[in-house]
């Protein structure tokens, strides 16, 4: 993953509220709290714990905890984060309650990008009865309750959460210090046109329809920001536009135009390298050939 990929990948996460019943299989849950185990923390204490909650009992009880969330409900998970301030605070004292609570939030944010990356949604939740969560898990004293994270399959918003300025965060040296400048690469839209073949097609349109779900389903998972749709022909004769598809004894062979937006590219090369890696590997065996590339 180059810097460009990376910048997409994190991009592409947004949290989500609405779940499907859909559970979580073990190896999903085993490989983001393993991910959770490579954090960083002070000292290298670790001193953050995890509550796994799937009892659908327990997810409801939480959910009114967190002031009727209903997404702590419907989530097939809910991994409750905490701080254990003992395990710190043996090192460190007083000081240690607060490297807790930063090794927890750490920890929370490295589930989160995991639970990402095994192609799950999920949303980070602050606003909750500390005491109510406490006493429904059971935690004692010395572990504070920081994040309830909630992971599950559901639907991921459409576009782009806004966002502030980079710049607007940022303070060169002091605090009313000169605001640094900060130089981002650009975005760049990629075009890339694919044919698709489709068998026992009953019409042109059948054929159409099929390649586009077909593509979509293949690219949805790992390839977000991708647009697809049936391509177009200019007729050399009359100058109009033609379907780019065909069927031939219920054979269809219908080309398909792909747009991915690719972040923080270093050049138009750069932009289709990414997009021809990433389409490529979610549609496996299906040829691409570059159209466009434009600065965003």
Known sequence: MDSSEFQGFLTSRS???????????????SYILSCAGTAPSAGNLEAWDVVVVTDDGARLELRDAAFEQEHIRQAAAVLVVCANYIRSMSRYGER??????????IACTYMMLAAHARQLHSCWTGAFDEEEVRKILGLPQHVRPVALLAVGRGQAPVALTERLPVAEHIHQDAWHGKVREIT?????????????????????????????????????????????EAGMLSCPHCEGELS???????????????????????SQDHAEKIAKSVVGKALRDVPLKLVDVREL
């Open 184 to 228: 981002t690469m650009p975005d760049y839209l990629v075009t890339l046109e694919s044919a698709w073949v489709i068998r026992d097609a009953k019409s042109l349109d059948d054929a159409i329809g099929i390649a586009i779900s077909e593509a979509g389903k293949r690219l949805n998972p790992t390839a977000k920001f991708v647009e697809v």
């Open 96 to 105: 240690g309650i607060l490297y807790a609570v930063q090794d927890a939030t």
């Open 15 to 29: 949290s989500v509220r609405a779940y499907t019943p859909e559970s979580l299989s073990e190896e999903d849950i």
């Open 244 to 266: 780019s598809a065909i069927v031939v004894a219920d054979t269809g062979l219908v080309g398909l135009s792909l747009e991915m937006r690719v972040f923080r590219a270093e």
